[in-house]
Every structure is written in C-alpha cells, then in structure tokens.
C-alpha cells in the first residue's frame, strides 16, 4: 500500500491558518499598505512632505530666510521641524534643533527644555504652539532660555483663514488638522505679558488647502487676491519679537554730597535767625 506524504511546512502553515480563521471567523489581514493608509501624516515633520506641506514650507522659508541673516549672537536654537533648516542662512555659529518626535540634536519637551537660563541670542519656533497641550508654559520656556535683547522667531497657522475653515468644517484629522490652531491676537497679548516687545510680522499662505500640487498651481490667484483684498485672513502668521528686561542700577551713597547738603542746611538756618532778629529789632524800635 503506497504511503500518504506528508505536507510539507508551509502546507501545515496554511492549513493551521483556515482552521483558525474557521474557528474566529476572521480572515488574515491583507498583505501590501491597508487602504487608507497612504497620505496620512501622524507628524508635523511628515505633514511637511506632502504638496501642501512644501507648499507652506517654501513660503516660511522666505521670510526667515530675509530675516535671520540680520540677527547677530553665539548661540541659536529651533524647536521642530527638524527637517527645514531655517538657521541654514543664519551667522550665528553656533545653532541647534530640538525636537520631540523626530530627530534632532537634542530630544526635550518645548515645555521643559534643557538648557540655563539666558543661553540664546535667536530661537525660531515653526508650529509649535499649535501641537502643545500647554502653549504659554512653552512661551515661558522660551522666554526663560533666551538672554536679554534675544530674538525669537515663531509662525503659526491662523484659525480665521481657509486653513481654519477646512479645520473646523473639515473631518480630516492627520498632520496639521490634528493641532490647535491659535489666534494671532492671542499669541500677541502672551508675549507681552511675558516680556516680549514685537517688531515684526506678517501673514502668509493665502491659497486654498488643497492636497494636490496641481489644484495649488491653478489656485494660485487666490493668493494673489487675499493679499490684497482680504490681508487678515492668511493662513500662517509670523511674529518678530524681542525679550526685554528691565535694567536695575544701583546708586552708591556719595557722603560728599550728603556733608554739602547739611552744611547748606546749617547756612540756611544761620540766614533765618538773622533775618528774624533784625526784624524784631524793627519792630520794637531804637531803645532809650
């Protein structure tokens, strides 16, 4: 009687696979990229990559590529992005990234960073804000690492804009649509508070959020028109400030000054007794 030959191991493999998808009732989970999958960005940094991202991108690059060549000191920092090199064109010579959740030269919370107090001359900050729990305590961060007269640099996306809208409206929930977007108004009134004195600013990004390149080439009169016709309602903002404190000076005791105002007071006093017994003296007349 010729024998049955056994199955060979992936045979078993399957086999042990049906019987258990029999048993659950589930099936196996298709092989390749799940649909759906491709196009989210669960980060920032990935959101970046995607036509609109490079699209916001290039634009802040602009403006911090106008600017930063004009700010002068030893030590600069950027919080995020660690894939725009927005301190590229900068002269400061010593420059770092600190990041969260990609990589960078050193990895902290924005809320808690590492570093004394009054280290940095300049800190640009692109979206964070916007990705904090605790916004203000961040700012604060910042405020305390930054020295006297340092620059800080930060852009932000603009709820009254048509980012804002899709945002609200809108059931997307990936990349920058997870994050909370803040009012310029009140990003001004916290830096104030803190210290800050803003300089500079400006909106950008006027053009429809559409995610595909070519509805932003076709849309790109929008833009055009927004910033002429509608100037408040751009999609990221960017503010220029400056960390001011108050100089304290201390005035040393001059004794000399002190013996001249008391031998002034004794003169005085001598002048006004005289002049009182010269008027008695008018007054009660020659004497007989």
């Known amino acids: 009687m010729n024998e049955k030959p056994e199955p060979d191991a992936d045979a078993r493999l399957r086999a042990a696979r049906e019987s258990h998808d029999d048993t659950t009732g589930?099936?196996?989970?298709p092989e390749g990229p799940q649909p759906g999958a491709q196009g989210e960005q669960s980060t920032f940094d990935e959101w970046l990559s995607s036509p609109l991202g490079r699209y916001v991108s290039e634009r802040e690059r602009r403006i911090f590529e106008r600017v930063v060549p004009d700010l002068?000191?030893?030590?600069a920092l950027q919080m995020g992005a660690a894939s725009l090199s927005l301190l590229s064109t900068s002269r400061v010579v010593n420059r770092w990234t600190?990041?969260?959740?990609?990589?960078g030269d050193f990895l902290a919370e924005p809320d808690q960073l590492p570093f004394p107090d009054n280290q940095f001359d300049l800190i640009v900050m692109p979206h964070v804000l916007e990705f904090q729990s605790l916004p203000h305590e961040t700012l604060r961060?910042?405020?305390?690492?930054?020295?006297?007269?340092?620059r800080l640099l930060l852009t932000g996306f603009n709820p009254y804009s048509l980012y804002g809208t899709?945002?609200?409206?809108?059931?997307?929930?990936?990349?920058?649509?997870?994050?909370?977007?803040?009012?310029?108004?009140?990003v001004k009134d916290w830096l104030t508070l803190l210290g800050?004195?803003?300089?500079?600013?400006e909106l950008t990004c006027y053009n429809v959020p559409a995610r595909r390149e070519g509805s932003l080439e076709r849309l790109e009169w929008v833009?055009?028109?927004?910033?002429?016709?509608?100037?408040?309602?751009g999609g990221v903002y960017y503010l220029h400030a400056v960390k001011r404190v108050a100089g304290v000076r201390l005035m040393k005791p001059d004794w000399a000054r002190g013996k001249r105002r008391r031998v002034a007071v004794a003169a005085s006093s001598r002048d006004a007794d005289a002049?009182?017994?010269q008027t008695e003296r008018a007054i009660d007349g020659p004497r007989a």
């Open 26 to 29: 589930s099936s196996p989970p």
């Open 72 to 75: 002068f000191g030893f030590y």
């Open 98 to 103: 600190v990041a969260w959740d990609t990589e």
């Open 141 to 150: 961060e910042v405020f305390r690492v930054l020295r006297p007269e340092g």
């Open 166 to 186: 899709k945002r609200f409206f809108g059931r997307e929930r990936t990349g920058i649509w997870a994050a909370e977007f803040i009012a310029l108004s009140r």
């Open 196 to 201: 800050f004195d803003l300089v500079d600013g």
């Open 223 to 233: 833009a055009r028109a927004g910033d002429r016709w509608w100037p408040f309602a």
């Open 275 to 277: 002049h009182a017994s």
